[in-house]
């Protein structure tokens, strides 16, 4: 599989584009400020706590208080608060030497943990969305390149993803010689195959962005950020960055600069793939993104084989309606025809969800089957196509009536385009000027320039069916009238991008003549 990332940051908002075979499978958008971004660690102040719902409302600095659930809390939030208070005061503490709480129990309740009013160290777990603030969590994690670092604990976790009993071995030896004391180590799937120098040097690299935030926290008065998570390209290229990358293309040149020096801190082997787009046109429509957003993010989402989805969203769920189309063959039974629209959708599906990033509860309607094992067919498709996706999700095979339920861990508002474009004729109104009234409006605006601007040259642009209706006739037509009437060298050209009513007058230096 070849990938490529395509940054667009000329504008004030970045946007990153993530391809797949040449399929655009992801987009992100980053505006402007980077707050409260999934990863980011506050400073925060607890307002108030909810028994009934036992979780608390949290002062992060967002317009509306953050939320934080007792299960959010983890195991060792005890020995947290201790740590930051003694961090605050100034104490000399570390956490290899720190003395460790006893575990909360899995179903207490909130107000024996923690108090309103007191500051709080937190993660954000997830961002907001719609009207939510964000949801933070105490069970800090520090990722890194190939490994993630989590603070009071002693637990070695290795990526389910990997498979190799060997490779799974080889890596917990390594991990278990690089674990500092009370800290907990998860080893990532990309951390396969590398060398004990490369794991070595990611570690160190934690140790120092975890003291780094020690700091901060020293001085920090609540609610305020104490360490933020890497711009969404930087996470994408260290998340995902492996040997199937064969270009990073970025249009901006201080982040080309900053792309190269990542690069070359995590795989220096293969900064050469970070490429500078200098091309007149944006990076995006040069390399096909563009015309992809356009046909990929509306209500209907045609395949080339003429099967179509519809996405629609309720408060509740997002719904997606699987029709056929005209995709049939003529040589299969109903039960075929079904089989192979469903398989095929099944892989836009799956595209359509890491794409727009839906998530919470999807429900997909796929055209009927009568057979067991068709439906099982369905299924393992499905799955197998989801499982390139990086969010958490569940997938229950078809029931009865041939829908398919999907959960899907929503961090991020879903992406949104606008793909449908006001009307140039009617502005959106839905009205436009009566037809029979443009030829007279154009004759004015000629008669204007002519007799009292003294223009004697006059380059008309139109419409094809206005150029058509002007110059039809060959002894006789308006062309020809006006000619005569004005008493200047009046041409008449056709413009196939004009709208039936646009229209636009140009002088003989080819200057646009606007009144």
Request: one cysteine or more; proline letters at 3%; aromatic letters at 8%.
């Amino acid at each position: 599989m070849n990938k490529e990332l395509i940054i667009d940051a000329a504008s004030g908002e970045v946007q990153i584009a993530l391809i797949e075979n040449k399929r655009l499978v992801e987009l992100h958008a980053e505006r402007g400020t980077h707050d409260f971004g999934v990863g980011d660690f506050y400073l925060g102040k607890i307002k108030k706590i909810i028994s009934g719902l036992n979780a608390a409302f949290v002062d992060v600095g967002y317009e509306k208080d953050a939320f934080l659930h007792y299960l959010d809390l983890g195991p060792q939030i005890k020995t947290l608060i201790k740590y930051q208070k003694d961090v605050i005061a100034g104490k000399p503490v570390s956490v290899e030497t720190f003395p460790l709480e006893q575990d909360i129990d899995k179903t207490g309740k909130i107000t024996n943990v923690i108090s309103s009013g007191a500051s709080i160290l937190v993660q954000v777990a997830k961002e907001p969305i719609s009207s939510k603030g964000p949801r933070l969590t105490t069970e800090l994690s520090m990722p890194g390149r190939y490994l993630v670092l989590v603070p009071f604990s002693k637990r070695i976790s290795i990526s389910h993803k990997i498979k190799n009993l060997n490779e799974k071995s080889r890596l917990k030896k390594i991990a278990s010689s690089l674990q500092p004391v009370n800290f907990g180590i998860i080893v990532r799937t990309v951390a396969e195959n590398r060398s004990f120098d490369e794991l070595k040097s990611d570690m160190d690299e934690l140790i120092g962005r975890w003291n780094s935030m020690l700091q901060s926290l020293r001085s920090a008065k609540p609610p305020v950020k104490i360490l933020g998570e890497l711009d969404r390209s930087f996470t994408i290229m260290r998340d995902l960055l492996n040997a199937s990358f064969n270009s990073i293309i970025v249009n901006d040149n201080t982040m080309y600069t900053e792309l190269r020096n990542y690069l070359s801190s995590i795989a220096p082997d293969q900064i050469d793939i970070v490429k500078l787009h200098k091309g007149k046109t944006s990076v995006f429509e040069a390399t096909g993104i563009d015309k992809q957003i356009k046909s990929l993010f509306g209500q209907k989402v045609t395949l080339k084989s003429g099967a179509y989805l519809i996405i629609e969203r309720t408060e509740a769920f997002h719904v997606i309606d699987v029709n056929s189309g005209y995709k049939a063959d003529s040589g299969k039974d109903q039960e075929q025809n079904a089989l192979a629209a469903n398989l095929e959708m099944a892989e836009e599906v799956a595209r359509q969800l890491r794409l727009r990033d839906l998530g919470g509860i999807i429900v997909v309607d796929f055209i009927d089957m009568h057979q067991g094992a068709n439906r099982r067919k369905l299924y393992e498709k499905l799955v197998e196509e989801m499982s390139h996706d990086r969010a958490k999700h569940t997938i229950l095979p078809p029931s009865k009536f041939g829908l398919v339920q999907i959960t899907r861990q929503r961090v991020r508002p879903e992406t949104h385009v606008e793909v449908l474009e006001k009307c140039p004729v009617c502005n959106g109104t839905g009205q436009i000027k009566a037809h029979s009234l443009i030829i007279d409006e154009i004759e004015n605006t000629l008669t204007f320039l002519a007799n009292e601007q003294n223009e004697k040259v006059l380059v008309l642009y139109t419409s094809p069916f206005v150029y058509a209706y002007l110059t039809k006739g060959f002894f006789k037509n308006i062309a020809k009238t006006w000619k005569k009437k004005l008493r200047c060298k009046l041409t008449i050209e056709p413009a196939s991008n004009y709208h039936v009513l646009e229209y636009h007058v140009f002088n003989a230096g080819g200057e646009e003549i606007t009144i």
